[in-house]
């Protein structure tokens, strides 16, 4: 009786897969699905011998990759052991049942999916690998960030930096009026012309108005400084 279902059995196979050797299941692989990548399918061949009391027990099965077979992400004999180990449920499922068919489809899945996941860890390598490079070049372009600790730092580098300039400036003007009053005791007109200062240079110096008061051609304004009272 086995013998006869075993003969039916190899008639339906023959009919599922015309091309192949008696007892020999030629499986070709759906490649991964990656955008921008190409894969050729993967071959991998099916051997099944029938025992004399199959189906009540399981058959024995091994595992080769195809001559014709691209190269992929499948190793033999590493992947040969994993994926035959993987069929074990489906034979206790069908003991007493036709189960090639059956252990020839999780077979074929289960390859898919070992490749599968594969090429998508190496393209997830690559493309972590390319983000990160990415950000290398981004950096090159980027300036400090500013945050409420650095800026109030800059305010206080800025307030010191101005608080210096304007002790410079009033000690440089108060030099200069000692000199003017010390040599301007002589008559009327033989005095020395005392120096004057443009619009702007008033300005830069905090004696008057602000930037938005002065004309364009402000540098060509001379202010008479012995008519300028400095507030101290």
């Not at 009033?170 to 010390?182: F, P, T, V």
Request: glycine content about 8%; proline content about 6%; aromatic content about 6%.
């Amino acid at each position: 009786m086995a013998s006869e279902e075993q003969a039916q059995e190899i008639e339906v196979l023959q009919s599922i897969y015309p091309d192949e050797f008696l007892c020999i299941i030629q499986l070709v692989l759906e490649p991964p699905a990656i955008p921008g990548q190409i894969y050729e399918p993967p071959i991998i061949n099916l051997h099944v011998t029938y025992p004399p009391t199959y189906p009540d027990t399981a058959p024995e099965l091994d595992l080769t990759i195809d001559a014709a077979s691209p190269v992929s992400s499948l190793a033999f004999p590493e992947d040969k052991e994993l994926l035959l180990s993987a069929l074990a449920p489906t034979i206790e499922e069908n003991l007493g049942m036709a189960m090639i068919f059956s252990l020839a489809t999780t077979l074929k899945e289960s390859a898919e999916t070992l490749i599968s996941d594969r090429a998508h860890a190496i393209e997830k390598t690559r493309e972590d690998h390319l983000r990160k490079e990415e950000e290398k070049e981004m950096e090159k372009f980027r300036g400090t960030l500013v945050t409420r600790e650095r800026f109030m730092v800059w305010v206080a580098e800025f307030k010191e930096e101005a608080a210096r300039k304007a002790v410079a400036e009033k000690e440089q003007l108060e030099a200069e009026e000692k000199g003017k009053r010390g040599g301007g005791g002589g008559g009327g007109g033989g005095g020395v012309k005392e120096k004057r200062l443009t619009g702007r240079q008033l300005y830069e110096r905090g004696i008057v108005g602000n930037a938005d008061d002065l004309e364009e051609d402000a540098d060509d304004v001379e202010v008479d400084i012995a008519k300028l009272k400095v507030k101290e």
